[in-house]
């Protein structure tokens, strides 16, 4: 590989060069002031309009504080989640798809499932420049379709709720849970054949989300099925890196 | 203005039914109409970065090789872009779902705000108190988020990562994805609840994985599209139907 195609053809692994150009800032940026911008408007309505919906001013502020309170634990999971993603996909892609719009199974799964179309693994020897650009763009039209459905259906939704109510029931929760456990299952089992140290990290995250989740519930602590995600991904890299340095990893 | 600033008088009273719906009126349309010409403005910019690096970063990039991954994307969560929005409707409100599929995270984030705040000025989800305060929550809640993100991911893990070894970095990178998945595949069955589910779609991703791939190696790229529409198809007829309440 010579210096000249290190540059030009994309085909570089130094992905966070590239992750972390000043325009794609930019974009995560103007993204955070939307969200802002459209705060402050829907701020203003409520307040406007809020006795006609037999509101108070005191109980719009306790809303907003209550909300803004509750959402700590479940942001600094998010947080936690996010940073483990940063080497993978730079900051201000981790900050809109991960951070914002997205969550991390959807935005990691669609980037695994754009890679592969490549031929590439994420974060191996062949998750190239180019590899991450055309993962990013393909998450990022997959969350704008969440943002599509929304601006289409809202609307509909609105005119017609009761419609809804009458379609089978089954429909909306067979059919979401099977494309669920689907996609996820199929994603997870598919990094089973890259080495024993992935099926280690699988399995570990697996059995750690699975411990928080059982002792959320047996010992009634809420914030454990918050933070599950974010201690399975810790606990299951720390062991990833041990099983890698013992040399369960990939034969290169 | 007067009336909000007097804190605890009854707003129904001093206000006439007609211009009670004419004040609500006015909410949705605001609301639709910024609510919607933000979400579009979000999505533009979001979609704006990485369509600049394709263009523009010099990678080499085909345009065979971005639609196919698109394409391999679209086939795998078309049904769950569907079907979320409609499931969050009742709780969150039109105007909220504005907000909602902005800003993320719902179902782990925002529906707690919404549901604490909802709590705890007593009000119901699906009527006028209800979405108000949905709204406000989701409001707090973006604040909170938008700050912790900011100074938590943006600036100390920028940090971070540029202090962290090399080799640390690495084998975080190669192996998030089965840490992320092994998470969520736990969390994606205990929440949904779905036996037969479940068990159809790791049969099904057994079969397409470890079977029908060696066969037909070319199926890589939609081996995750074929198991969610293989398994919709046999969750649904291998349903257990609702009995109905004796």
Redesign the interface.
């Given at each position: 590989m010579t210096l000249t195609q290190l540059v030009?053809?994309?085909s570089s692994t130094n992905?966070?060069s590239?992750a972390?150009?000043p325009?794609?800032w930019a974009?995560?940026l103007?993204?955070?002031a939307?969200?802002?911008?459209?705060?402050v408007?829907?701020?203003r309505?409520?307040?406007?309009?809020?006795?006609?919906?037999?509101?108070?001013?005191?109980?719009?502020?306790?809303?907003?504080?209550?909300?803004?309170?509750?959402?700590?634990g479940?942001?600094?999971?998010?947080?936690l989640?996010?940073?483990?993603?940063?080497?993978?996909f730079g900051?201000?892609?981790?900050?809109?798809r991960i951070?914002?719009?997205?969550?991390?199974?959807?935005e990691?799964?669609?980037a695994?499932?754009?890679a592969?179309?490549?031929d590439a693994t994420?974060?191996?020897a062949t998750?190239t420049?180019?590899v991450f650009?055309?993962?990013?763009?393909?998450?990022?039209?997959?969350?704008?379709?969440?943002?599509?459905?929304?601006?289409i259906?809202?609307?509909l939704?609105?005119r017609g709720?009761h419609k809804?109510a009458k379609v089978n029931?089954?429909i909306?929760?067979?059919?979401?849970?099977?494309?669920?456990?689907?996609?996820?299952?199929?994603?997870?089992?598919?990094?089973i054949p890259?080495s024993g140290?992935?099926?280690i990290?699988?399995?570990?995250?697996?059995v750690?989300?699975?411990l928080c989740?059982f002792l959320a519930k047996r010992l009634n602590r809420g914030w454990l099925r918050?933070w599950?995600?974010g201690f399975?991904?810790v606990v299951?890299?720390f062991v990833?890196?041990a099983a890698?340095t013992a040399g369960l990893?990939p034969v290169a | 203005m007067t009336?909000?600033?007097s804190?605890?008088i009854n707003?129904?009273t001093?206000?006439s039914p007609a211009?009670?719906?004419?004040?609500?009126a006015?909410?949705d349309r605001?609301?639709?109409r910024?609510?919607?010409l933000?979400?579009?403005?979000?999505?533009i910019?979001?979609?704006?970065?990485?369509?600049?690096?394709?263009l523009f970063?010099?990678?080499?990039?085909t345009s065979s090789?971005?639609w196919?991954?698109?394409a391999?994307?679209?086939g795998?969560?078309?049904?769950?872009?569907?079907?979320?929005?409609?499931?969050y409707?009742?709780i969150l409100g039109?105007?909220a779902?504005?907000?909602a599929?902005?800003?993320?995270?719902i179902s782990?984030?925002?529906l707690?705000?919404?549901l604490?705040?909802?709590t705890?000025?007593g009000?119901k989800p699906g009527t006028?108190?209800g979405?108000?305060?949905?709204?406000?929550?989701?409001?707090?809640?973006?604040?909170?988020?938008?700050l912790?993100?900011?100074v938590?991911?943006?600036i100390l893990?920028?940090w971070?990562?540029s202090v962290v070894p090399a080799g640390?970095?690495?084998?975080?990178?190669?192996?998030?994805?089965?840490?992320?998945?092994?998470?969520?595949?736990?969390?994606?069955?205990?929440s949904?609840k779905?036996l037969r589910?479940?068990l159809?779609?790791?049969a099904?991703?057994?079969v397409?994985?470890f079977a029908l791939l060696p066969l037909v190696p070319g199926l890589?790229?939609v081996?995750?599209a074929i198991?969610?529409i293989?398994?919709?198809i046999i969750?649904?007829f291998a349903?257990k139907?609702?009995q109905p309440a004796a």
């Open positions: 030009e053809d994309g992905i966070l590239i972390n150009m325009v794609l974009c995560a103007g993204v955070f939307v969200i802002i911008l459209q705060s408007i829907y701020i309505a409520a307040r406007k309009a809020a006795p006609a919906a037999g509101i108070t001013g005191a109980e719009l502020k306790t809303s907003f504080r209550s909300g803004a309170v509750a959402a700590i479940p942001s600094l999971a998010v947080v989640v996010a940073i483990a993603l940063l080497a993978l900051a201000p892609a981790v900050l809109v951070g914002l719009i997205g969550s991390a199974a959807y990691t799964g669609a695994n499932i754009a592969t179309t490549m994420l974060g191996g998750y420049q180019q650009a055309v993962a990013f763009f393909a998450m990022s039209i997959g969350g704008a379709m969440w943002m599509v459905t929304t601006l259906a809202t609307p939704l609105k709720e809804l029931p089954l909306m929760t067979v059919v979401p849970a099977a494309a669920l456990l689907a996609a996820f299952i199929s994603i997870g089992l598919g990094e890259k140290a992935h099926l990290t699988l399995l570990t995250a697996g750690v989300m699975g989740l918050e599950g995600l399975a991904i299951a890299l990833a890196y890698h990893g | 009336a909000q600033q804190g605890r707003f129904m001093t206000l211009q009670a719906t004419a004040d609500l006015e909410f605001t609301t639709s910024w609510g919607r933000t979400m579009i403005a979000g999505l910019i979001s979609v704006a970065g990485p369509l600049y690096l394709v970063g010099n990678l080499g990039i090789q971005l196919t991954a698109v391999a994307v679209l795998t969560f078309f049904i769950i872009w569907l079907v979320e929005p409609i499931t409707f009742p039109p105007a779902m504005y907000q599929f902005m800003i993320g995270n782990n984030k925002l707690p705000s919404v604490v705040a909802q705890s000025i009000a006028e108190r979405n108000f305060a949905a709204v406000m929550a989701i409001c707090g809640a973006a604040a909170t988020h938008l912790s993100l900011l938590f991911v943006g893990g920028t971070l990562i640390v970095t690495d084998v975080a990178r190669f192996y998030v994805l089965p840490a992320v998945m092994g998470a969520v595949i736990v969390q994606a069955i205990i949904t779905q589910p479940t159809v779609a790791f099904v991703v057994l397409v994985q890589a790229m081996s995750t198991s969610v293989a398994t919709v969750a649904w349903r139907e609702i």
